[in-house]
């Protein structure tokens, strides 16, 4: 691929104590790409993300967005004014909504910066809102939840919520979304419908990807593209094919 790196980073470290967690690492998400990242427990993913995204800062390396060095901005910064999103393992909805009233709210943390607009009348506010109803229902119908819509998040399954929080990701139109382990702990069928559901956002809406995923035949599926970490470092970059290949990878992250 061509062309400048939607996300690129360098050098990215994080320590806690003597434990260097992420060690030095360089990955780049091109525009467009569906790009995965695996390893083994512990090899440093998650804080990779978190030192990525805002949630944490990294204590050296360098994280730029769209050309734009963005290393040491909060998490809702980099969301709001760099549309780079990020999930988390553990599933978060409002439970005593409905699906669609998920979508909106979502929407409108980006559509209405401030608590005097979201809570704004008037046609103009209305027409908002309206659009932002359309566009959820677009999305709902995209991720396989139209039957549930009206049903409260809550009362649905974790895969169901899984892809309710990723249609949600969804509403703001963002850049690049960091997805982490997307496919944990829901059935065959949801995880057919979360991959047509990411496929779809890639192809239709523009959106990159970068993926930390367990699921080997997911990543095969999904990416033309795998980092692997292994102890903090970038252990392995290739193809799909070639990851599965690799000696060093196959006796670090598939057992040999």
């Given at each position: 691929?061509?062309?400048l790196p939607i996300l690129d980073i360098a050098g990215l470290s994080k320590s806690y104590g003597a434990v260097k967690a992420v060690?030095?690492?360089?990955?780049?998400?091109?525009?467009?790409?569906?790009?995965?990242?695996?390893?083994?427990n512990g090899s440093g993913k998650s804080t990779f993300f978190d030192c990525s995204s805002g949630l944490t800062r990294p204590n050296?390396?360098?994280?730029?967005?769209?050309?734009?060095?963005?290393?040491?901005?909060?998490?809702?910064?980099?969301?709001?004014?760099?549309?780079?999103?990020?999930?988390?393992?553990?599933?978060?909805?409002?439970?005593?909504?409905?699906?669609?009233?998920?979508?909106?709210?979502?929407?409108?943390?980006?559509?209405?910066?401030?608590?005097?607009?979201?809570?704004?009348?008037?046609?103009?506010?209305?027409?908002?809102?309206?659009?932002?109803?359309?566009?959820?229902?677009?999305?709902?119908?995209?991720?396989?939840?139209?039957?549930?819509?009206?049903?409260?998040?809550?009362?649905?399954?974790?895969?169901?919520?899984?892809?309710?929080?990723?249609?949600?990701?969804?509403?703001?139109?963002?850049?690049?979304?960091?997805?982490?382990?997307?496919?944990?702990?829901?059935?065959?069928?949801?995880?057919?419908?979360?991959?047509?559901?990411?496929?779809?956002?890639?192809?239709?809406?523009?959106?990159?990807?970068?993926?930390i995923e367990h699921n080997i035949d997911v990543i095969i599926s999904l990416c033309r593209r795998v980092v692997v970490l292994d102890?903090?470092?970038?252990?392995?970059?290739?193809?799909?094919?070639?990851?599965?290949?690799?000696?060093?990878?196959?006796?670090?992250?598939?057992?040999?």
């Open positions: 691929m061509t062309g060690n030095g690492v360089d990955l780049q998400v091109h525009r467009g790409e569906i790009c995965g990242l695996i390893g083994p050296s390396g360098t994280v730029k967005l769209d050309g734009q060095e963005i290393t040491g901005w909060s998490l809702n910064r980099i969301a709001r004014e760099g549309r780079m999103l990020r999930s988390f393992q553990k599933t978060v909805t409002f439970g005593a909504l409905n699906v669609e009233e998920n979508l909106v709210i979502a929407g409108q943390m980006f559509t209405f910066p401030s608590i005097a607009a979201t809570f704004g009348i008037g046609a103009r506010s209305r027409a908002r809102i309206d659009g932002l109803r359309e566009r959820a229902r677009e999305l709902i119908r995209i991720s396989g939840l139209w039957e549930v819509r009206n049903q409260p998040a809550g009362n649905l399954s974790g895969g169901q919520q899984k892809l309710i929080q990723f249609a949600s990701m969804l509403m703001p139109e963002p850049k690049l979304i960091l997805l982490d382990e997307p496919m944990a702990g829901i059935n065959p069928k949801l995880i057919e419908r979360v991959v047509d559901s990411v496929r779809y956002a890639n192809d239709q809406l523009g959106v990159s990807f970068l993926i102890q903090g470092r970038k252990l392995a970059e290739g193809t799909p094919s070639e990851i599965v290949d690799n000696q060093a990878v196959r006796e670090a992250y598939l057992g040999g």
